[in-house]
């Protein structure tokens, strides 16, 4: 595996009361059955606007964020979607829908403008059971995934981002998605490749809440017929990356709560055009951007503008201080010497994210990601929106004790 050293990277500065994106659920109702999802499908789950409300006053009250993620379930599918991204606008968030796409509409969307929708993260890979695309590849859907991007893009003024889940028969695809981002950086800002996780692969433990020994039946990313067989790791996804030929290279990440050499999120952001790659920008350049943006906004930085991923030549202004964003200067300045004409075409900026969701380790601790942004609301408090069914059913998270030293008398709940 690519080796991963946190300490060469720039930590993002996110933290449970002071972060980059919060993460809203207004229902948990969807329109897909995705192998991947960790949420139960609930029909009729459809939140009220004044229940929608109060979880943005928790936000408000407990949580300072630049975004607010609209997600699920399928957000889509509320049919107050329009009202709940006009509510998130009016507190003075960006407002990011997390969508399948699968029910956007240019009709819907242009309704989402008007109300101030600032972006979308679509969630497109090949395992979603998506009607008429059933038996399409990664590589087929990317057609699918620009049908989506040149909607928002006829809109425009709206970030466009796709998620993809990762098993480990899909590894091998994360190249071709990355070369088709590259082709169409333009319109595409963010790619984002999320592990696939099940709960059941940490065998030789029992789980439990409280004192109490529990069975996983019924929890979505506990399924006991899964035929993946190992945990995926983010040096899994970035060797991966890296075997289409081009030397992907991190500038910052996230930690675990219980394995500090672990990244939960591993950021990359490269500069460059639909026809070449000119560099990754290095920690410095990362840590200036998340800094500065909260000195001048008193928030830390998530979904930038397209009018602000399209300004790549600004690397320039940080030359001095990144000797990573040196090299993508040199890589620029031979390019337009070469081929004058290219100098009055856009740079880009597009960022890539590999997260590696909970995970366990030998001693049975469950290893989340330190400073998450993907923090919801439940019974008026914040909590891990991964393991948002535990809550549902129990009130609390689960942990778990190895079977061999777990006591024998605990009844099942």
Known sequence: MSAIRP???????WSLTDNAISWLEPTSACNLACEGCYRENRKFS???????????????????????SIAGGEPLAHPDIVAIVRMVKERGWKAVINSNGALLTPELLRELAAAGVDGFTFHVDSKQNRPGWKDADEEKLNALRLRLAEMLAAEGNITCSFNATVYPDTLKDIPLILRWAQEHIDIVHVVVFILYRNARLASGF??????????LDGIAYGR??????RFLHASDALEAARTGGEEITPCAYL???EQPDSTKWLLSLRVGTRDRIFGYTGPKFMELVQVGYHFLHGKYLAYASPKTQRR????FLAAPIDRRVRR?????????????ASFFRRVHFQSIMIIQPADVDDAGRINMCDGCPD?????DRLVWSCRLEEQYRWGVNMHLVRKETAPEDVRLS
Do not use: M, N
């Open 46 to 68: 459809h939140k009220p606007l004044d229940v929608v409300a109060r979880e943005l006053d928790v936000f408000a009250r407990l949580r300072r964020a630049d975004s607010i």
């Open 312 to 315: 790549g030549r600004v690397v």
């Open 255 to 257: 930690g675990g709560t």
């Open 224 to 229: 006991p017929d899964d035929p993946v067989e």
């Open 7 to 13: 300490v060469e990277l720039y930590r993002l500065p």
């Open 206 to 215: 029992h789980y439990y809440v409280g004192a109490q020994r529990v069975e």
């Open 328 to 340: 993508i200067c040199g890589q620029l300045l031979r390019h337009w010497v070469k081929s004058p």
């Open 375 to 379: 923090i919801t609301v439940w019974e």
